[in-house]
């Protein structure tokens, strides 16, 4: 089978902000192949596939393409070469019909005309040949399920005449049967000679249809193997078998009886469904589980961006009605959300005024903030948090992602929550913020506050949490003590294996 | 009718109903309203605004705003009345210079968009302050002379149709093919649903998107004769008034201030409404200050109503 290679990857790096994501990856696709990336999240995967697609440029490395060295500038000139990536989060014109959606950049008709009626026609053929053709293709896009919509993305990929087609996540969307139907359809286009990649975290999907799997960890190959010297278990343990670093300050032994906050029957529409969640006080509660799984919609519906639909929300054993941040505030919450650029920081403006935002009715006299006792808090959050900066009066921009999220720790203890609702903390930022944070949480335990902690980062999750919840599919797939808890165990439950025998 | 056309013709159906109901109201509630020469009144007056008001719905349609037309508008104006009275050469020179400019300007606003990501609301708004200052500088006030038989033409009538209409109706059927039967106007409405989705398809948004504009300033550049043609003499000014009118009859036709959604049929019945909201007043003998208010009220509850129907689909 090992003909021609149609695209080497060479000692491919790739650094951002001086995290390197990936180091010294190197890879080959042959014809009519089937590669498996594995590897948990933030490994490297999805980097790796949008450098070989021409979405990212690599720090350094080299691509090859039929032997021949190429500098990928966008994913445009990628699928010029016959590299096509079905991406996870979907990327459909939701106005347009699933047929026209299908054919974008490719539609029939004599020269500047499009013909609908041949138009709907060809989709209507290369969702056949994908293996659906139940969908209708006159349907808007907006109107479908999202498992239609993941089989439109599918089909509007295999529509470029791909020579390589990456997946990433392809089933997350699909029931047992679709999935069967997918598979079907790449190992039939591995017979024709295309080369397959699949990014997974259902190992059931690697299995029925790769010939290779490699493993990614921390950016870096770990192990490769022919699939069939190979078993779930080994790739698993591959994935997450990592040293246990000291890092993480002594748990508290006992969970407080009082409990902090509390959620009972709580469903949001097609997100979340009968969580039911405790938070003791004093006491750091995890919540895991693979990306995009209802771990975004929770954490923001509980802050009140998004209300929930229904179910009970107790705060101190009584029930409340948060609809809105301003609510949450008033219930003494706080937030720290995943995405620090867009909505933890007001980047253009000083140190000192992002520090003292959410405090400014305390600095202020008859309705005039004073410029002094604003200048003597910031100086005074700064020290207590070492966070660095030349001067307080410097843009929050130019600061490093780890004093960032600092100040935006700092920020919302000033109006001193009872419980802090942390996403995905210490993403991108340093390892010496990142061990002070987690020290900084641990103290602030200490003092009575409780600390709801969502993320993706495994051995955090492990090694900060008294309890832990694991999210799946919008429901808690399972519950684990701190102190019992282990990357495998917690990625069993991530991937849901006992719920996918059953269907 | 095939693919997402029927959607989108939805979008419509309020100010189709609106249509509707005024004609109604105001044929029961004034005698005059419903004879022939008021009705061709009514067109003419209209026919200038759809023109103009389907070319801000290509911007529109992408998720911008072009706030230069009106400008370019008055600039055709006095390009034409200053030239146009040297005979078939100076008309033709007019037409072919007021080409050339309002492509000039609308290349302007693309470059700005694409290529410095600059807001289409800010550059357009830089460009017409900028041709404007042009404006007042080559004609201070209302002067020089269009062609006569351009004029003449112009008032042509067909039946009940006069040449605007006719002009406008035409211009309409072609745009509304264009949006929907062509490659280009494919590309379009997927920038406005989501400009990075349509880059990552394959689409070149940025040719895509300077071609849009030089072709909404050339469209202007056309409502600009039709202009001058009525008011017969060029004018600083004259455009001022389609800025904000081209801007509400798309949206009181429900196309989305958010791109991708709505189409020129809409456009066209939110032109119909605007000038038959004049018209009524004018019959009625209502304070033209009073139709400021109708319209600004009834592009709030339009805009409203877009909101609302939005939520319901997400």
Same mark, same amino acid.
């Given at each position: 089978?090992?003909?021609?290679?149609?695209?080497?990857?060479?000692?491919?790096?790739?650094?951002?902000?001086?995290?390197m994501v990936?180091?010294?990856?190197?890879?080959?696709?042959?014809?009519?192949?089937?590669?498996?990336?594995?590897?948990?999240?933030?490994?490297?995967?999805?980097?790796?596939?949008?450098?070989?697609?021409?979405?990212?440029?690599?720090?350094?490395?080299?691509?090859?393409?039929?032997?021949?060295?190429?500098i990928?500038?966008?994913?445009?000139?990628?699928?010029?070469? $016959?590299?096509?990536f079905?991406h996870?989060?979907?990327?459909?014109f939701k106005?347009?019909?699933?047929?026209?959606?299908?054919?974008?950049?490719?539609?029939?008709?004599?020269k500047?005309?499009?013909?609908?009626?041949?138009?709907?026609?060809?989709?209507?053929?290369?969702?056949?040949?994908?293996?659906?053709?139940?969908?209708?293709?006159?349907?808007?896009?907006?109107?479908?399920?999202?498992?239609?919509?993941?089989?439109?993305?599918?089909?509007?990929?295999?529509?470029?005449?791909?020579?390589?087609?990456i997946?990433?996540?392809?089933?997350?969307?699909?029931?047992?049967?679709?999935?069967?139907?997918?598979?079907?359809?790449?190992?039939?286009?591995?017979?024709?000679?295309?080369?397959?990649?699949?990014?997974?975290?259902?190992?059931?999907?690697?299995?029925?249809t790769?010939?290779?799997?490699?493993?990614?960890?921390?950016?870096?190959?770990?192990?490769e193997?022919?699939?069939?010297?190979?078993?779930?278990?080994?790739?698993?343990?591959?994935?997450?078998?990592?040293?246990?670093?000291?890092?993480?300050?002594?748990?508290?032994?006992?969970?407080?009886?009082?409990?902090a906050?509390?959620?009972?029957?709580?469903?949001?529409?097609?997100?979340?469904?009968n969580?039911?969640?405790?938070?003791?006080?004093?006491?750091v509660?995890?919540?895991?589980?693979?990306?995009?799984?209802?771990?975004?919609?929770?954490?923001?519906?509980?802050?009140?961006?998004?209300?929930?639909?229904?179910?009970?929300?107790?705060?101190?054993?009584?029930?409340?009605?948060?609809?809105?941040?301003?609510?949450?505030?008033?219930?003494?919450?706080?937030?720290?959300?995943?995405?620090?650029?867009?909505?933890g920081?007001f980047?253009?403006?000083?140190?000192?005024?992002?520090a003292?935002?959410?405090?400014?009715?305390?600095?202020?006299?008859?309705?005039?903030?004073?410029?002094?006792?604003?200048?003597?808090?910031?100086?005074?959050?700064?020290?207590?948090?070492?966070?660095?900066?030349?001067?307080?009066?410097?843009?929050?921009?130019?600061?490093?992602? $780890?004093?960032?999220?600092?100040?935006?720790?700092?920020?919302?203890?000033?109006?001193?929550?009872?419980?802090?609702?942390?996403?995905?903390?210490?993403?991108?930022?340093?390892?010496q913020?990142?061990?002070e944070?987690?020290?900084?949480?641990?103290?602030?335990?200490?003092?009575?506050?409780?600390?709801?902690?969502?993320?993706?980062?495994?051995?955090?999750?492990?090694?900060?949490?008294?309890?832990?919840?694991?999210?799946?599919?919008?429901?808690i797939?399972?519950?684990?003590?701190?102190?019992?808890?282990?990357?495998?165990?917690?990625?069993?439950?991530?991937?849901?294996?006992?719920?996918?025998v059953?269907? | 009718m095939?693919?997402?056309v029927?959607?989108?013709? #939805?979008?419509?159906?309020?100010?189709?109903?609106?249509?509707?109901?005024?004609?109604?109201?105001?044929?029961i509630?004034?005698?005059?309203?419903?004879?022939?020469?008021?009705?061709?009144?009514?067109?003419?007056?209209?026919?200038?605004?759809?023109?103009?008001?389907?070319?801000?719905?290509?911007?529109?349609?992408?998720?911008?705003?072009?706030?230069?037309?009106?400008?370019?508008?008055?600039?055709?104006?006095?390009?034409?009345?200053?030239?146009?009275t040297?005979?078939?050469?100076?008309?033709?020179?007019?037409?072919?210079l007021?080409?050339?400019?309002?492509?000039?300007?609308g290349?302007?606003?693309?470059t700005?968009?694409?290529y410095?990501?600059?807001?289409?609301?800010?550059?357009?708004?830089?460009?017409?302050?900028?041709v #404007?200052g042009?404006?007042l500088?080559l004609m *201070?006030?209302?002067?020089? #002379?269009?062609? *006569?038989g351009?004029v003449?033409?112009?008032?042509?009538?067909?039946?009940?149709?006069?040449?605007?209409f006719?002009?406008?109706?035409?211009?309409?059927?072609?745009?509304?093919? /264009?949006?929907h039967?062509?490659?280009?106007?494919?590309?379009?409405?997927?920038?406005?649903?989501?400009?990075?989705?349509?880059?990552?398809?394959?689409i070149?948004?940025?040719?895509?998107?300077?071609? /849009?504009?030089?072709?909404?300033?050339?469209?202007?550049?056309?409502?600009?004769?039709?202009?001058?043609?009525?008011?017969?003499?060029?004018?600083?000014?004259?455009?001022?008034?389609?800025t904000?009118?081209? /801007?509400?009859? *798309?949206?009181?036709?429900?196309?989305?201030?958010n791109?991708?959604?709505?189409?020129?049929?809409?456009?066209?019945?939110?032109?119909?409404?605007?000038?038959?909201?004049?018209?009524?007043m004018?019959?009625?003998? /209502?304070?033209?200050?009073?139709?400021?208010?109708? #319209?600004?009220?009834?592009?709030?509850?339009?805009l409203m109503?877009?909101?609302?129907?939005?939520?319901?689909?997400?």
């Amino acid at each position: 089978m090992k003909h021609i290679c149609i695209l080497e990857g060479k000692n491919l790096f790739k650094e951002f902000q001086g995290n390197m994501v990936l180091k010294n990856a190197s890879l080959q696709c042959f014809p009519g192949e089937g590669i498996a990336l594995a590897g948990e999240n933030g490994a490297g995967k999805s980097t790796l596939m949008n450098i070989i697609s021409g979405g990212l440029k690599p720090t350094s490395g080299e691509i090859f393409i039929d032997g021949n060295k190429v500098i990928l500038s966008g994913s445009k000139q990628g699928k010029q070469y $016959g590299i096509s990536f079905v991406h996870q989060e979907l990327s459909l014109f939701k106005e347009m019909t699933v047929g026209e959606n299908i054919m974008i950049g490719r539609e029939p008709g004599r020269k500047r005309l499009i013909d609908q009626q041949k138009l709907h026609k060809k989709a209507k053929e290369l969702l056949k040949e994908v293996g659906y053709e139940h969908i209708d293709v006159y349907a808007l896009v907006k109107n479908i399920s999202p498992a239609q919509k993941q089989i439109t993305e599918i089909a509007k990929a295999w529509a470029t005449t791909p020579r390589i087609l990456i997946f990433d996540e392809p089933t997350s969307s699909l029931n047992k049967k679709e999935s069967e139907i997918l598979f079907g359809f790449i190992n039939r286009i591995k017979k024709i000679g295309i080369c397959v990649i699949v990014i997974s975290h259902r190992l059931e999907d690697i299995f029925s249809t790769c010939d290779r799997v490699l493993v990614l960890k921390d950016g870096e190959f770990v192990f490769e193997s022919s699939i069939d010297k190979t078993s779930p278990d080994q790739i698993i343990s591959q994935m997450v078998g990592r040293e246990f670093k000291n890092i993480y300050p002594p748990k508290q032994q006992n969970l407080n009886k009082e409990i902090a906050l509390e959620l009972r029957e709580i469903c949001m529409e097609n997100k979340l469904k009968n969580i039911n969640f405790k938070v003791p006080k004093g006491s750091v509660i995890g919540v895991g589980g693979l990306e995009g799984q209802g771990q975004r919609e929770l954490s923001r519906s509980l802050f009140g961006i998004k209300p929930f639909t229904s179910g009970h929300y107790l705060i101190q054993g009584k029930e409340v009605q948060i609809k809105s941040p301003y609510e949450a505030v008033k219930n003494k919450l706080a937030f720290l959300s995943d995405d620090r650029k867009a909505e933890g920081l007001f980047m253009p403006l000083s140190t000192e005024k992002n520090a003292c935002s959410l405090i400014l009715n305390k600095l202020s006299h008859s309705g005039f903030i004073s410029t002094v006792r604003m200048k003597n808090k910031a100086q005074k959050i700064i020290s207590q948090l070492h966070i660095k900066v030349s001067d307080i009066k410097q843009p929050v921009s130019n600061l490093s992602g $780890g004093n960032q999220q600092k100040i935006i720790l700092s920020k919302w203890l000033e109006t001193e929550p009872d419980v802090f609702i942390l996403h995905e903390p210490t993403r991108g930022i340093d390892v010496q913020s990142k061990l002070e944070i987690y020290q900084l949480i641990r103290n602030l335990t200490d003092k009575g506050m409780s600390v709801i902690i969502f993320t993706s980062d495994m051995l955090e999750l492990i090694g900060l949490s008294e309890y832990i919840y694991v999210l799946y599919e919008g429901e808690i797939s399972g519950e684990i003590p701190g102190i019992n808890a282990t990357e495998e165990k917690i990625m069993r439950l991530s991937a849901k294996h006992e719920k996918d025998v059953k269907k | 009718m095939t693919g997402s056309v029927k959607s989108h013709i #939805k979008q419509a159906f309020p100010a189709m109903v609106i249509v509707l109901i005024m004609v109604i109201g105001t044929s029961i509630a004034s005698e005059g309203f419903l004879t022939i020469p008021n009705l061709r009144n009514v067109m003419t007056q209209t026919s200038i605004l759809i023109v103009i008001a389907t070319a801000q719905s290509f911007a529109l349609l992408t998720g911008g705003i072009d706030m230069s037309i009106s400008s370019v508008m008055s600039l055709t104006t006095i390009i034409t009345a200053t030239f146009s009275t040297h005979g078939t050469f100076g008309l033709l020179s007019a037409i072919l210079l007021s080409i050339i400019a309002g492509g000039l300007i609308g290349a302007v606003n693309g470059t700005g968009i694409c290529y410095y990501r600059i807001p289409a609301m800010i550059i357009t708004i830089s460009t017409q302050v900028f041709v #404007k200052g042009i404006c007042l500088i080559l004609m *201070p006030s209302s002067g020089g #002379k269009i062609h *006569p038989g351009f004029v003449r033409f112009m008032r042509i009538k067909i039946g009940m149709f006069s040449m605007p209409f006719i002009i406008a109706v035409c211009f309409c059927i072609i745009a509304f093919f /264009i949006l929907h039967y062509s490659r280009f106007g494919r590309n379009l409405y997927a920038i406005g649903n989501n400009e990075l989705y349509a880059e990552q398809s394959g689409i070149n948004v940025k040719n895509n998107m300077i071609s /849009i504009y030089m072709l909404i300033s050339i469209t202007a550049v056309m409502a600009g004769w039709m202009l001058a043609a009525r008011i017969a003499s060029g004018n600083p000014l004259a455009g001022d008034s389609y800025t904000m009118d081209s /801007i509400a009859a *798309p949206v009181i036709g429900g196309i989305s201030m958010n791109g991708g959604l709505g189409t020129v049929v809409g456009t066209f019945l939110g032109s119909v409404i605007l000038s038959l909201i004049n018209n009524i007043m004018n019959n009625l003998g /209502i304070s033209p200050y009073f139709q400021y208010i109708i #319209k600004g009220s009834l592009l709030m509850v339009s805009l409203m109503l877009f909101q609302f129907r939005r939520k319901k689909v997400l």
